[in-house]
């Protein structure tokens, strides 16, 4: 169970990352296109490269989500992670039919944060139960 759970914490690291990267992509990118464009033509449709990261963190924190839910089993984690990848999938697929590009941009970024939030939660419940021989786990005094 330790190497389960090592793989697992790796992946809540993982998750944190890519969904960080996330947030920081919706901060960033209309900066630098609003800087070079020159550049914009050149870039692949938007709605291309938002929908290839949505599939990706939603891979991704499926597996170091339900990986760390074996083993610790609160089920708060499921709820963060349901909201986040609802938001994402929201911009990436609908955000043509929010009002504006600002509100895509914030319901985008509200997903990226709320699947910041469910991998931190997962990662502080995981490290929690390093001490525990079997899932569920009983946390740490």
């Known amino acids: 169970m330790k190497n389960e759970s090592g793989v697992t914490l790796q992946a809540?690291?993982?998750g944190i990352i890519a969904s960080a990267a996330c947030f920081v992509h919706c901060i960033l990118t209309p900066v630098a296109l609003s800087l070079l464009p020159v550049w914009v033509h050149?870039?692949?449709?938007?709605e291309n490269v938002h929908r290839f990261l949505a599939v990706g963190v939603a891979g991704l924190g499926g597996f170091a989500l339900i990986g760390g839910y074996r083993r610790h089993r609160r089920s708060r984690i499921f709820l963060l992670m349901g909201t986040?990848?609802?938001?994402?999938?929201?911009?990436?697929?609908?955000?043509d039919r929010l009002p504006s590009h600002l509100a895509e941009v914030?319901?985008?970024?509200?997903?990226?944060?709320?699947?910041i939030a469910a991998h931190l939660l997962n990662h502080t419940f995981c490290r929690d139960c390093e001490g525990c021989k079997e899932p569920p786990c009983q946390p740490r005094p």
């Open 12 to 14: 809540n690291r993982l």
């Open 42 to 46: 050149s870039l692949p449709s938007e």
């Open 84 to 95: 986040g990848l609802l938001l994402i999938f929201a911009g990436a697929y609908f955000g």
């Open 106 to 115: 914030a319901v985008t970024m509200t997903g990226s944060f709320s699947m």
